[in-house]
């Protein structure tokens, strides 16, 4: 079951991806998460399609993938978003000699 529809939200953006990595998501219950490290805590929620899966106004207001949501999945293990980081590093990286 994949957690999250990233091509309805945009994808994966690469300016999110990387604010995402200075963030510390702790675990509270069951894909649940408390997000800081920003100028605000956030709460995210991986599983319920009920309710927003970020409180914070980048997912509410542009129904995007937030960093914080990012943050999360990267702390669940999240393939897609570890591949991205992958893509991340390679990009900063540059081309190799």
Known sequence: MEMI???GAGGVETGRLERCLG?????VGLGRYRVTGGDEPHWVDLRSQLVPRCDCGDHLWRE???K?????LLREGDPRVIREVGGLVRQL???RR
């Open 5 to 7: 529809d990233f091509e």
């Open 23 to 27: 963030l510390t998501a702790v675990r």
């Open 64 to 66: 995007r993938v937030c």
């Open 68 to 72: 914080h949501i990012l943050a999360a």
């Open 93 to 95: 990286r540059g081309p």
